[in-house]
């Protein structure tokens, strides 16, 4: 079992839609969480960043954090054909950036 | 703020030769530097941690001699790829983090696309 899940994908949804992106992890000692966005032929942009439970809003994105059930979630309202892209979640048990356990990455399209 | 740069951006290269792609952090000091390669419809897979003036530690299944890393300066993080094969092709992305705000999390270069012939 893979310590991060996250559904590869691809998801598809139309401009305008709220688009819900999850990662579920196996390790209970990771307590600082991230989502990076991934264009293609590009490297990670970070989006957010959250530490522990709770929810952090950015604009048009949220993240949510349940430690309990070892799930985050990343919400983009109003969605736009430039956040097409590939979104992936990743954690750490220690503040730092000491090493990063990353998600496969889901690959998103809004369509026009 | 935050900004990680990596040259070159794309390079194509002889089997057995050897390329060399740097990272440089361009606002911030960089105290530790990350190397990862990714393949196509892949995550990333973490090659090695350097910090600054200290050797590389490498993951497992990674050789040392075939990545040759050199973090000489907190600004100036070196990946070697010594005589590169076919199979050596790929994404290769660095990342960086420091003190202070740059402490919380690692901030991506825009990545080298390696292709060996």
């Known amino acids: 079992q893979k310590e991060v899940e996250q559904d590869p994908g691809p998801l598809s949804v139309p401009e305008g839609a709220i688009v819900s992106l999850n990662c579920t992890y196996s390790?209970?000692?990771?307590?600082?969480f991230m989502w990076y966005r991934q264009y293609s032929r590009k490297g990670p942009e970070l989006l957010m960043y959250?530490?522990?439970?709770g929810n952090k809003e950015d604009g048009r994105f949220t993240a949510q954090v349940d430690k309990s059930s070892k799930y985050i979630s990343l919400f983009i309202r109003d969605s736009q054909p430039s956040d097409s892209a590939t979104y992936l979640c990743?954690?750490?048990?220690?503040?730092?950036?000491?090493?990063?356990?990353f998600g496969q990455g889901t690959r998103l399209t809004i369509n026009p | 703020g935050a900004v990680v740069s990596q040259h070159p951006s794309r390079v194509i290269c002889k089997s057995g030769t050897s390329v060399k792609i740097e990272c440089r952090s361009l606002?911030?000091?960089?105290?530790?530097m990350f190397w990862y390669r990714q393949f196509p419809k892949q995550s990333l897979m973490l090659m090695a941690t350097?910090?600054?003036?200290?050797?590389?530690?490498?993951e497992q299944g990674v050789e040392k001699d075939k990545f040759l890393i050199n973090h000489a300066s907190l600004t100036l993080s070196t990946l070697t790829v010594t005589s590169a094969h076919p199979e050596d092709s790929s994404f290769y992305i660095c990342?960086?983090?420091?003190?202070?705000?740059?402490?919380?999390?690692?901030?991506f270069g825009p990545g080298t696309r390696l292709l060996v012939l």
């Open positions: 990342s960086a983090s420091g003190s202070g705000t740059y402490q919380e999390t690692q901030y």
């Open positions: 390790n209970s000692a990771f307590q600082y």
């Open positions: 959250t530490y522990s439970s």
């Open positions: 990743a954690m750490s048990a220690i503040q730092g950036a000491q090493k990063l356990v």
């Open positions: 606002d911030f000091q960089a105290t530790t």
């Open positions: 350097s910090n600054e003036g200290s050797k590389a530690t490498y």
